[in-house]
């Protein structure tokens, strides 16, 4: 199975920042990667897929780049609303795969 | 408006089954592939199943075998039977569409515990 590490796994940014939230795949997947975001209670929202395509109705604040193994997910200038888990999945090959999570709190 | 609503969760004992099912509204459900994809309480996100247009399955080694993913067109419902049920298996469990490759359509979730 495809091994997803992401990182850092809490991150503490302030309202306005810059954040980045980096995800390693253990083999290659080209750009089949997808991002999300999920908040206590809730299901897990799409946020990019096809590593940097942004999904209809998501702000442009948040970019994905990256191909093969090395991905990063960018928020340009961190809103209230964002604070939340963020994971990282692979849908390559099965079996499908996710990240551990990146929580961003508040600093 | 595009939904999914799963149901079936519940208290079950180690080596109970438990059917949940996932009924779509809102898009043609018979276009897309289902997946099944759970999360214990304070953990990450792991997928459990899958089901292509044609009915092809996919499964990770933690279920096969013990969890059999279907799916009735004609009803636009998507299930998971779950046999031999372990502790492990305590979680919320989504069912999501993949309508490009990616999850983009999740249900509420549903819970099920599996507890003596």
């Known amino acids: 199975d495809i091994q997803m590490t992401q990182s850092p796994s809490t991150l503490s940014a302030s309202v306005g920042d810059r954040v980045t939230i980096t995800c390693r795949a253990s083999?290659?997947?080209?750009?089949?990667l997808a991002w999300y975001q999920q908040k206590p209670g809730k299901a897990p929202k799409l946020l990019i897929y096809?590593?940097?395509s942004l999904e209809s109705g998501v702000p442009s604040r948040f970019s994905g780049s990256g191909s093969g193994t090395e991905f990063t997910l960018t928020i340009s200038s961190l809103q209230p609303d964002d604070f939340a888990t963020y994971y990282c999945q692979q849908y390559n090959s099965y079996s499908l795969t996710f990240g551990g999570g990146t929580k961003v709190e508040i600093k | 408006e595009v939904q999914l609503v799963e149901s079936g969760g519940g208290l079950v004992q180690p080596g109970g089954s438990l059917r949940l099912s996932c009924a779509a509204s809102?898009?043609?459900?018979?276009?897309?592939?289902m997946h099944w994809v759970r999360q214990a309480t304070g953990k990450g996100l792991e997928w459990v199943s899958a089901?292509?247009?044609?009915?092809?399955?996919y499964y990770p080694g933690s279920v096969k075998g013990r969890f059999t993913i279907s799916r009735e067109n004609a009803k636009n419902s998507l299930y998971l039977q779950m046999n031999s049920l372990r502790a492990g298996d305590t979680a919320v469990y989504y069912c999501?569409?993949?309508?490009?490759?990616?999850?983009?359509?999740w249900g509420q979730g549903t819970m099920v515990t599996v507890s003596s």
């Open positions: 083999q290659s997947i080209s750009s089949w």
């Open positions: 999501a569409s993949s309508g490009k490759d990616a999850f983009d359509i």
């Open positions: 809102g898009f043609t459900f018979s276009s897309y592939d």
């Open positions: 089901i292509g247009t044609a009915g092809d399955t």
């Open positions: 096809k590593a940097s």
